[in-house]
């Protein structure tokens, strides 16, 4: 057989797909067509262990970890679809959970396809899965599987090349093919830069004459060996994870594996030392411990309160049709990232809760890769609350492709009194030494730049630190004369000055209490000296309790 053109192999992933968007009407709702190649669709609860990455499948190896391929990437704060019946939706009793933190094999490299091609992500909570039919066990047997022993497969990939993926998880039965027909079969194919050689780390598994296999997005999912305990128990064997192959079920060349066995040692002691698992294989101390079970039944332990006047925020996203457009961030001041979350689960309310410590700046940042807000069938929201006080909400065909907003995290009862001290570190446009003393020297120019205003908000007069202004200001009624905020009486807030429609109140702040914050319906990005006229400029770009 002559060799075939790496340039028709590809890694089983969907990531490798373009997307092009196209102006299209809101309120809308897409179609996914409707199954691994030549499989079935699952039945609730079938394999309660199977994981929805999005562009990759994995497997709930414990109860706070995921294993699936390396080449996946990446999936730090992505969320996942524990025990995936349905594509993005929370059914047959499937739950959502984030990757907190995500660790690729060392041994692999993601250039040439070396051999161990695993990763692990530690989950945000622990998941509680049903486990009184089924339990997926680590396979530490390097001479299993055997040849022509049946292997179960299960994801959500493409039917086809050019086609989309199923609606519904789907799986396959395959036959482990002999390891030196294996090796024969994959060294027709060659390229200096990409290694396909099959080594013992390494096996495959389909059809010869092809027809049923993985697909794109398969990449990552478990292939297990099924047996049956003689108290009906089915006890499903993780032995290898779908690592490549040429799309899809061509005949006379089977998908490849990473073989567990080969790393069950570094799954395992990566999972209790540096992920510090609660998994039946780690101790109690974090350490391993010889079990071979992967999967215990552990309910996730309720979040701490905040401690030490820390004050609680909770961040609320409910999400459209195109979930998977969504995504936000929290920085601080100088914007290190506090959290971010990159979401998949359609129509889902997410909520997520964090301590802050009080009287900090934030700056909450919210993007949709389409450019549509969450207008995808249902309408989504997102609001954002402090210490029971919402500071903001906006429906989802309230923005566009992405909505920046700087907060303070204060209480309700003190909201009102403002901050007013300046940034020490603060640095115009990152220059040196131009901090909020230079800013004060030319307010009515620097004061208008995005973000300004938050961070010097003594030197600017911005409305939200409650202070009167120092500069005098023009009272229109009943006679057109100068004054001062330390001249004015509390009953004189309402008459008119300055220009337009404003009041005394608008100058004189903390003499007025005229202290609140910004409507839902209009929120401002940077401020005008001495005034609290709303002015929007172009947004920047861009732990959980």
């Not at 990409?194 to 398969?218: E, H, Q, R």
């Not at 990449?219 to 305990?229: A, E, F, H, Q």
């Not at 506090?338 to 919210?366: A, S, W």
Request: net charge negative; with cysteine; aromatic share 10%.
């Amino acid at each position: 057989m002559p060799p075939i053109a790496i340039s028709r192999l590809v890694p089983i992933l969907l990531a490798i797909l373009s997307i092009v968007v196209v102006a299209r009407p809101k309120k809308r709702t897409p179609k996914v067509s409707n199954f691994v190649v030549g499989g079935d669709i699952i039945g609730p609860g079938d394999y309660p262990y199977f994981v929805e990455l999005g562009t990759c499948g994995g497997a709930l190896i414990a109860p706070d970890v995921v294993l699936f391929a390396a080449h996946c990437g990446d999936m730090t704060n992505k969320q996942f679809n524990i025990g995936s019946y349905h594509r993005s939706y929370l059914e047959a009793g499937s739950q959502e959970r984030f990757c907190e933190q995500w660790i690729p094999d060392p041994e692999f490299e993601v250039l040439n396809y070396s051999d161990s091609d695993f990763a692990l992500c530690k989950l945000n909570e622990p998941v509680s899965i049903d486990q009184s039919k089924i339990r997926l066990e680590l396979n530490d047997d390097y001479s299993v599987p055997t040849d022509g022993e049946a292997l179960r497969i299960m994801g959500l990939g493409r039917l086809e090349p050019d086609a989309y993926g199923p609606e519904y998880v789907n799986d396959v039965v395959v036959p482990y093919v002999n390891h030196d027909e294996c090796k024969a079969v994959w060294s027709s194919i060659s390229d200096n830069n990409f290694n396909v050689s099959i080594t013992d780390n390494k096996f495959c598994a389909g059809y010869v004459n092809g027809g049923k296999d993985v697909c794109n997005g398969d990449s990552g999912g478990p292939l297990v060996k099924r047996t049956i305990d003689a108290d009906g128990m089915i006890v499903d064997t993780h032995v290898g994870v779908v690592s490549y192959g040429i799309p899809c079920a061509k005949p006379g060349y089977p998908s490849v594996y990473a073989r567990t066995s080969s790393r069950v040692d570094w799954i395992k002691t990566t999972s209790c030392n540096s992920l510090h698992s609660i998994a039946s294989f780690c101790d109690t101390d974090g350490t391993r411990v010889d079990d071979d079970v992967a999967v215990v039944d552990v309910a996730p332990a309720p979040s701490p309160p905040c401690e030490n006047g820390q004050l609680e925020l909770v961040v609320s996203v409910k999400t459209d049709y195109s979930a998977y457009q969504i995504s936000w961030g929290l920085y601080t001041a100088d914007d290190s990232l506090v959290m971010e979350r990159i979401y998949r689960i359609r129509y889902h309310l997410n909520q997520h809760t964090l301590c802050l410590d009080p009287g900090e700046r934030f700056k909450f940042v919210i993007r949709d890769s389409a450019g549509d807000g969450m207008c995808t069938g249902d309408y989504g929201y997102f609001s954002v609350v402090v210490d029971g006080e919402e500071k903001f909400r906006k429906e989802g065909d309230q923005f566009d492709g992405k909505y920046t907003r700087w907060f303070y995290s204060t209480k309700p009862e003190t909201a009102k009194q403002g901050v007013c001290q300046d940034e020490l570190g603060f640095k115009y446009n990152g220059r040196p030494g131009k901090g909020c003393n230079w800013v004060a020297k030319n307010t009515k120019k620097r004061c208008k730049k995005e973000g300004v205003a938050e961070a010097c908000p003594s030197a600017c007069d911005n409305f939200c630190a409650c202070r009167d202004s120092t500069m005098p200001f023009t009272i229109k009624e009943p006679s057109k004369e100068r004054s001062k905020c330390e001249k004015i009486a509390p009953s004189d807030c309402g008459r008119k000055a300055g220009r337009g429609r404003k009041t005394i109140a608008d100058f004189c702040y903390g003499t007025c209490q005229n202290c609140n914050l910004p409507s839902n319906d209009d929120v401002p990005s940077t401020f005008s000296k001495h005034s609290n006229n709303r002015k929007r400029t172009k947004s920047k770009p861009f732990k959980e309790k």
